[in-house]
């Protein structure tokens, strides 16, 4: 003999469920209460159902829908699914018993380790410093970078190139297409190739073994406190995390979070203070050779994003988040899972990411041959001049809307010429991991949050870059931080 479980909910939805359920004139599968859950929860193909059933009462339906939906801050299914995680946690207590062996205890134990502050605190730093710093920063923003850059293009194919294309072709402005400063080949191939696509293939690595090993999960709540304060809770260390691959790809997946105001929250701090994993690499690399560089650089942005968030959850109205999330079993990594989730997300850069530079080394080589981006370039050069640097970054922070990497790798150039001093790497570093969003982000920006919000970011991120560039320059020259 079997019970019926029902999850009862608040004053105002039952309410709502009571009166769509006496407007209900029809026959269906379900019962009139799962129809009318069903109908505050907005389900597609229900609302479609009922409207074509229940023509004559539809439109009183849907009025309650939307007088229940303005009396609460979120969206009535998470609403809903609140109360149903309550009832399930209570009687999952009720009914469980828990047998734990050896091997249960000791990730159990590992696992409190993982989430408690005195302890999880250290273990993320020492993730980040084994996992980002030393994996993907020295090894492959360094010697993976170093071999393909300047052995593998720096001495056989751009000379190849370079060479082949004066031999062959007459015309000047062909061959800055394919070859010389700003070609295809030589700067755009070289660029995603030799710079960008090791930098990347590391990070994918380490990070589909974080995320198999079942840690994200553990990392969300420990972060959860910290970013409540910000108006985020912690089921957005998810979009935070892969922001540090992609941006453009954090954006679409900030989709995932409950409300619209965590949403825009979220999109804007990924447009300001996330590098991209190949963007980050190559400030890794930059910076890891000066004392004291890189943990100035990490300070500035780390203090940038909470006081960032924290306004910004001032400005913006609403309640703080609620948060669940299921905690899976901490495991070793699978060497198949792991090879094969950094298999499809390599796949993905190729397809994806591979033409933008291509694109990228076309519009720089028609700004060149119209002369635009000679005009653009020194309309900027007064404003990093502003913040301490060189006329020649200019050229790194106009590469940088193409692609955020892009810009990374113009510092990356400069600093090979030996044209920043310390001071003005990490003061460059930090004004372009602050900068506008690169193209592709934008473009999701636009079609993720609309395009009053998108123009609404990009306009405050821009001026807000260099302003806090021009208040770090004064900072370390007034504190002889850094020489």
Known sequence: MSTQLEVTYDRQIESAVSEISNRLQHQYVLSKRAIALLLLQEDEDILAMVKEKEKNNYLKISQI???????????????????????????????????????????????????????????????????????????????????????VFGVFINPWVNGVVQTYIPWTWLQDLLANDYGIITLGIRYAVAIILPIVGTFFLMFSIIEDSGYLPRLAMLVDRVFKKIGLNGRAVIPMTLGFGCDTMATMVSRTLETKRERVIATLLLALAIPCSAQLGVILALLSGVPGALGVWLAFIGFIFLLIGYLTTKILPGDKPSFYMEVPPLRLPKVSNVLTKTYTRMQWYFVEIVPLFILASLLIWFGNLTGLFGVVINWMQPIVNLIGLPDKAAEAFLFGFFRRDFGAAGLYDLQEAGLLSPRQLVVAAATLTLFVPCIAQFSMMLKERGVKTALAIAGFIFPFAFIAGWALNWVIITFKVLP
């Not at 309550?86 to 207590?93: G, H, L, N």
């Not at 920063?137 to 071999?147: K, N, R, S, W, Y």
């Open 65 to 151: 829908i939307e007088s229940t939906k303005q009396k609460y801050n979120r969206p009535l299914n998470y609403i809903i699914s609140l109360s149903r995680q309550k009832k399930v946690d209570t009687i999952a207590e009720e009914t469980m018993t828990k047998v734990q062996g050896k091997e249960n205890r000791i990730a159990d134990f590992l696992s409190r380790l993982t989430m408690n502050p005195l302890t999880g605190v250290p273990i993320l730093l020492l993730v980040l410093y084994y996992g980002l710093y030393k994996f993907v920063g020295e090894f492959g923003a360094g010697t993976i970078v170093d071999f393909l850059e300047e052995h």
